[in-house]
């Protein structure tokens, strides 16, 4: 009965910024830590950032680090990513996913994912 639904996508232009959200159920929230993947056609599911469930462990791909901000609210039961200084790279699917532990870089790791929510970066 976990479900985690994310919303926040859409289209920008390079330099822009987006912030993505992802809404979890109560059950989602009490596993652990939290995190983003992108996928973008013809490619594999890549690591995003990830974050613990006090927030206080946050971990970033290389090429999002000082551009994206990971964060949550665990009162609101919601998962954010802050996106600026978009690049065209960045265009892809992205899903929210959870664990029931520490942050991992491995989408594998992960049991529960959200639907995806397109991003779209122009040049």
């Known amino acids: 009965q976990v479900q985690l639904v994310e919303s926040g996508g859409g289209l920008v232009q390079a330099g822009g910024s987006l912030r993505l959200s992802c809404a979890a159920s109560?059950?989602?929230?009490?596993?652990?830590?939290m995190g983003w993947f992108r996928q973008a056609p013809g490619k594999e599911r890549e690591f995003v950032a990830a974050i613990s469930w006090s927030g206080a462990n946050t971990y970033y791909s290389d090429s999002v680090k000082g551009r994206f901000t990971i964060s949550r609210d665990n009162a609101k039961n919601t998962l954010y990513l802050q996106m600026n200084s978009l690049k065209p790279e960045d265009t892809a699917v992205y899903y929210c996913?959870?664990?029931?532990?520490?942050?991992?870089?491995?989408?594998?790791?992960?049991?529960?994912w959200g639907q995806g929510t397109q991003v779209t970066v122009s040049s």
């Open positions: 109560r059950g989602t929230f009490s596993s652990g830590a």
């Open positions: 996913a959870a664990r029931g532990g520490a942050p991992t870089k491995g989408a594998h790791e992960y049991g529960y």
